[in-house]
């Protein structure tokens, strides 16, 4: 099955098979080319550090650059062993390929024009071939965010998770991925199988009551994934600083969001408790996540959503405990790395303190 958002032809998920024909018609197909055709492809640099994929700045040279982009940006397959096989047995590619196909168009979040999203199941390949934001650059999960970039997080989540919200049409996104109860049962397997080699990985670096609420959690996935009363809606389930671009220039946006392989349907406060309690050092996410809370639920009235800041508040520290589980999963799917083991273990402590901070398994208990 060879697919894109415009309906094109063969997938190249090798950034030095893509050449000048290929990307004319992409771009033409885009309605970006405009008559004129790209003379030479250039890989320029490759951008990020990927742990499922890699992103590289291709640069264009047109017969007639006028009003033209001068490069664009391919998210393309790892080239990780792993990491690859994993993407494709897990669908993580053919998610993001989903979600530019179906889901941007029908949602208020910043993310990349995308000019062509191609997956191809029988090889297997994919890339993205999307909008060069040169002018933005990427969030740090080092760095974490300021209080203003954590606000500008907030107007986007409202922007991705109220268009959407309680639309019952979602359960059709990626109809044969498991959904509901079968998900939560999937997700307690894989979550159970993967507690023992995360904390042999990265331990170490954890405080030991962290490590001991990774083992605590493990029985009480399912409860803890199917137990709210609250709509669902489009979640990133990967909401954090290093899937953001924060602008540079003055004509760049001020957020873009971007890395969809984990896009799915459940509860909006997963993304919400996830980026703040993995972008701040606990004292100073303590002290303003109460009013960055109170400012997404703000945003999302624009999209005419009451969300009941006692519900929602409930919600959330619910949903601190994603940042633990995404952590355990991760470590297992990700490519091990030294920055990559650094970065998972900077966000388990950060998500794990989080959720002890908040006593979320007291809630999970109560559902």
Request: glycine fraction near 8%; include cysteine.
């Amino acid at each position: 099955m060879t697919t894109d958002v415009s309906d094109s032809a063969d997938v190249r998920g090798d950034p030095y098979e893509v050449d000048a024909p290929w990307m004319t018609r992409v771009l033409q197909r885009a309605g970006v080319a405009r008559g004129a055709t790209v003379d030479v492809v250039r890989v320029d640099a490759f951008i990020g550090t990927g742990q499922m994929a890699r992103s590289v700045r291709l640069g264009l040279e047109w017969n007639d650059g006028e009003g033209r982009p001068p490069s664009v940006v391919a998210k393309v397959p790892s080239d990780d062993p792993t990491a690859r096989t994993t993407g494709f047995a897990h669908s993580s590619y053919r998610t993001e390929w989903a979600f530019y196909n179906e889901l941007a168009p029908t949602v208020a979040i910043r993310t990349p024009a995308c000019y062509a999203a191609l997956y191809d199941e029988a090889k297997p390949d994919f890339v993205i071939v999307m909008e060069d934001l040169a002018g933005s650059r990427q969030g740090d999960q080092f760095a974490g965010l300021t209080v203003d970039q954590a606000a500008l997080a907030m107007e986007q989540a409202a922007g991705l998770h109220g268009p959407r919200w309680g639309d019952p049409t979602l359960r059709s996104f990626m109809p044969d991925r498991p959904k509901g109860a079968q998900s939560a049962e999937y997700l307690g397997l894989l979550y159970g199988a993967m507690v023992d080699p995360f904390i042999e990985r990265l331990g170490a670096g954890l405080d030991p009551d962290v490590v001991d609420l990774a083992l605590r959690l493990a029985p009480q996935i399912a409860t803890w994934a199917t137990g709210s009363d609250t709509a669902e809606t489009i979640i990133h389930l990967d909401f954090r600083p290093d899937n953001f671009l924060f602008a540079e220039a003055p004509d760049a946006p001020p957020l873009v969001v971007v890395d969809w392989q984990t896009v799915t349907s459940g509860l909006a406060m997963f993304d919400v408790a996830y980026v703040l309690g993995g972008s701040f050092l606990p004292a100073d996410r303590s002290a303003c996540e109460r009013a960055l809370v109170r400012e997404y639920l703000d945003r999302l009235t624009t999209h005419g959503v009451d969300y009941d800041e006692d519900t929602a508040w409930t919600d959330y520290r619910r949903g601190a405990l994603w940042g633990l589980v995404m952590s355990v999963i991760a470590t297992s799917l990700a490519a091990n790395t030294e920055r990559g083991n650094e970065m998972l273990t900077v966000m388990a402590a950060r998500a794990g303190r989080h959720a002890l901070d908040l006593d979320s398994l007291a809630v999970v208990a109560a559902l």
